[in-house]
């Protein structure tokens, strides 16, 4: 049973075969999935399909490249939806750096700060997006010492054991697979197994071999493959297997959620 501790199945990229796709993932050993949302709107689609999938999870949050659109009472309209049923996780929050259009960084900043407020607040995770901000995110996660994970990780193998130190979780996903990913592949080979939850980001950041095609949950054992390959050429010898069955465990520690059905 595999456990992907991120995905976005209420994205448009579904939109013509969500069901069958979805209906499709046990028969593949996706036994647990995250839907992560990204505003408000996709916090109620995720909401809606945790409630039709009794092997789908919600995360309630505001995506930084989202928080421009929010309305004046986000924080309201969100601290209700975090108490709903199969909310496990407040995200896809954080800090976002690269693209000029979002919202300033102060701006950023702020909602950051307020969600994760929120989550200490309910005692729950935090599912981070950390991108060209990593000292910003550090200083914030430092500050509020939430539960989370930094989901598809992109810092170096230091900052990643400055984010395990705090008792937080390393999410990653297809991007070890790509062809220059040097770091990402020393940080999935260096740190703790006990650290690390696997994701696919789905429909995004799909793994060698798929790249440009729609990625889903079922694409993660590729993921689990070169992390396992890696570690075994340091001589911390695992297999895929047993990596996805470690990470399933961590991932159920994370979100309290049952590996039982």
Sequence with gaps: MIFDTHAHYDDEAFEEDRGALIASLAEQGIGRVVNVAADLASVSTSLTLAQQYPFIYAAAGIHPGDVKDAPADYQEQLEQLIKQPKVVAVGEIGLDYHYEDNAPRDVQIAFFKTQLQLANQYQLPVI???????????????????????????????????????????????????????????????????????????????????????????????????????????????????????????????????LED
């Design 128 to 258: 981070i997006h950390d991108r060209e901000a990593h000292a910003d995110t550090m200083d914030l996660l430092k500050k509020y010492k939430p539960k989370g994970v930094v989901h598809c990780f992109s810092g170096s193998v230091e900052m990643a054991k400055e984010v395990i130190k705090l008792g937080m979780y390393v999410g990653l996903g297809g991007a070890v697979t790509f062809k220059n990913a040097k770091t990402p592949v020393a940080v999935a080979a260096s740190i703790p197994l006990e650290s690390m939850v696997l994701e696919t980001d789905a429909p995004y950041m799909t793994p060698v071999p798929f790249r440009g095609k729609r990625c889903d949950s079922s694409m993660i054992i590729y993921t689990a493959e070169k992390i396992a390959n890696a570690r075994s050429e340091q001589g911390n010898i695992i297999t895929a297997e047993e990596l996805l069955r470690i990470t399933r465990q961590n991932a159920s520690n994370l979100f309290g959620v049952p």
